[in-house]
């Protein structure tokens, strides 16, 4: 049970201000850090790091519920994300029809107005490879010219804060549009080449979409998508459950661009609720072994926590406060966003960490939850 009070956590390192050993709040504030011992009556909580709460970019859902055109599920889907130490969401659909499109867009839109948490949605789809399509559906897919575009997003821009496309699915001009009214443009599913996903990127593209899942992979001939996002300063989203990407693959993202990996869940809605039966959009999925795959057996998203994610890369021998910072830090700036301060006057939203890189404690205006 969640009990409101100030308090400090203790011995650990401030994973923005590195030094630092000890964090104080009191009612809903951040009150200072620094060395200093609990007061009389004063709880404390013990760690080894202390972060920002997580973002999680790109994700589908979770706990049986769906990004779909439900606002009281949206809501719903929310708080589960903030039991999980996710105090930012941004939404994604996978490729719908255009009317139930409409209807989650709208339906974000109310829960968005209403909820800081939600930071936008995320369109995956419908502009991509029908090679590449992974766990969407193929028959939903199509090629984007700039006035399919704005027709489809052109009424939603305070809401669509990101889309996945492919740039061999879209005319010349529609990312350049994209970028001028305010939406990060992700490339994904996708047969480009690195010539092409250069000039994507140079045309104004700043995420690649889940790093070497439904792209073309690292050739000694055509180095690929993920080598042009590195080479061009994109932000790099990776699914860190050790089933999409190789741990050895995750090292090489941080080892080439530590400040530029963005860990996120890509979880589908059947994650938390163990193996079975499930659907992504339209799609069937069987969840085995905690492995979400459609029956052609094409990964159909993931079943992962983003502290998870965060744990596992810890443990393939990245440094902690990269790790951390990608789940936390990176996704605001990868969205052009402020980042969440740990300074004194700063909410006192939080996560402890423990040595082995488990989340242990979450702070949510000064409450707090063990796990």
């Given at each position: 049970?969640?009990?409101?009070?100030?308090g400090c956590?203790?011995?650990?390192w401030?994973?923005?201000?590195?030094?630092?050993?000890?964090?104080?709040w009191?009612?809903?504030?951040?009150?200072?850090?620094g060395g200093?011992?609990?007061?009389?009556?004063?709880?404390?909580?013990?760690?080894a790091?202390?972060?920002?709460l997580?973002?999680?970019?790109?994700?589908?859902?979770?706990?049986?519920m769906?990004v779909?055109?439900?606002?009281?599920?949206?809501?719903?889907?929310?708080?589960?994300?903030l039991?999980?130490?996710?105090?930012?969401?941004?939404?994604s659909?996978v490729?719908?029809?255009?009317?139930?499109?409409r209807g989650?867009?709208?339906a974000?839109r109310m829960?968005?107005?209403?909820?800081?948490?939600?930071?936008?949605?995320?369109?995956?789809?419908?502009?991509?490879?029908?090679?590449?399509?992974?766990?969407?559906?193929?028959?939903?897919?199509?090629?984007?010219?700039?006035?399919?575009?704005?027709?489809l997003?052109?009424d939603?821009?305070?809401?669509?804060t990101?889309i996945?496309?492919?740039?061999?699915?879209v005319?010349e001009?529609?990312?350049?549009?994209?970028?001028?009214?305010?939406?990060?443009?992700?490339?994904g599913?996708?047969?480009?080449?690195y010539?092409?996903?250069?000039?994507?990127?140079?045309?104004?593209?700043?995420?690649?979409?889940?790093?070497?899942?439904?792209?073309?992979?690292?050739?000694?001939?055509e180095?690929?998508p993920?080598?042009?996002?590195?080479?061009?300063?994109?932000?790099?989203?990776?699914?860190?459950?050790?089933?999409h990407?190789?741990?050895?693959?995750?090292?090489?993202?941080?080892?080439?661009?530590?400040?530029?990996?963005?860990?996120?869940?890509d979880?589908?809605?059947a994650a938390?609720l163990?193996?079975g039966?499930?659907?992504?959009?339209?799609?069937?999925?069987?969840?085995?072994?905690?492995?979400?795959?459609?029956?052609?057996?094409?990964?159909?998203?993931?079943?992962?926590?983003?502290?998870?994610?965060?744990?596992?890369?810890?443990?393939?021998g990245?440094?902690?406060?990269l790790?951390?910072n990608a789940?936390?830090?990176n996704?605001h700036?990868?969205?052009g966003?402020?980042?969440?301060?740990?300074?004194?006057?700063?909410?006192?939203?939080?996560?402890v960490?423990?040595?082995d890189?488990?989340l242990?404690h979450?702070?949510?205006?000064?409450?707090?939850s063990?796990?």
């Amino acid at each position: 049970m969640a009990i409101e009070y100030a308090g400090c956590v203790t011995d650990v390192w401030s994973v923005d201000r590195p030094g630092e050993n000890g964090l104080l709040w009191g009612d809903t504030l951040i009150r200072g850090s620094g060395g200093f011992t609990p007061a009389a009556g004063q709880k404390s909580i013990q760690g080894a790091f202390v972060s920002p709460l997580l973002a999680d970019t790109h994700t589908h859902g979770r706990g049986g519920m769906a990004v779909l055109p439900d606002s009281e599920q949206l809501e719903q889907l929310l708080e589960g994300y903030l039991a999980c130490g996710v105090g930012a969401v941004q939404l994604s659909t996978v490729t719908l029809n255009e009317n139930d499109l409409r209807g989650t867009l709208n339906a974000a839109r109310m829960v968005r107005a209403a909820r800081t948490e939600l930071l936008g949605l995320h369109l995956e789809g419908p502009f991509l490879s029908a090679v590449k399509h992974g766990a969407h559906d193929r028959d939903l897919l199509r090629f984007g010219t700039l006035e399919q575009v704005k027709l489809l997003v052109g009424d939603y821009l305070d809401v669509v804060t990101s889309i996945t496309l492919d740039p061999r699915s879209v005319d010349e001009g529609v990312i350049g549009w994209l970028v001028s009214q305010g939406v990060t443009v992700a490339l994904g599913h996708t047969e480009a080449n690195y010539a092409e996903m250069v000039a994507a990127f140079e045309e104004g593209a700043t995420v690649l979409t889940h790093a070497f899942n439904a792209m073309n992979q690292i050739a000694a001939r055509e180095p690929g998508p993920v080598l042009a996002a590195i080479d061009c300063g994109a932000w790099i989203e990776v699914i860190a459950d050790g089933h999409h990407v190789h741990p050895s693959l995750v090292r090489l993202l941080f080892d080439r661009a530590p400040a530029r990996v963005v860990l996120v869940s890509d979880s589908m809605p059947a994650a938390g609720l163990g193996d079975g039966a499930a659907r992504l959009g339209g799609i069937a999925v069987t969840v085995q072994d905690n492995v979400a795959r459609t029956v052609g057996g094409a990964l159909a998203g993931s079943t992962l926590t983003l502290s998870d994610s965060v744990s596992n890369v810890a443990s393939w021998g990245v440094d902690s406060t990269l790790a951390i910072n990608a789940a936390t830090v990176n996704p605001h700036h990868a969205y052009g966003l402020n980042a969440p301060s740990l300074n004194p006057g700063a909410p006192a939203n939080l996560l402890v960490w423990s040595t082995d890189m488990e989340l242990t404690h979450i702070l949510r205006d000064g409450r707090v939850s063990a796990l």
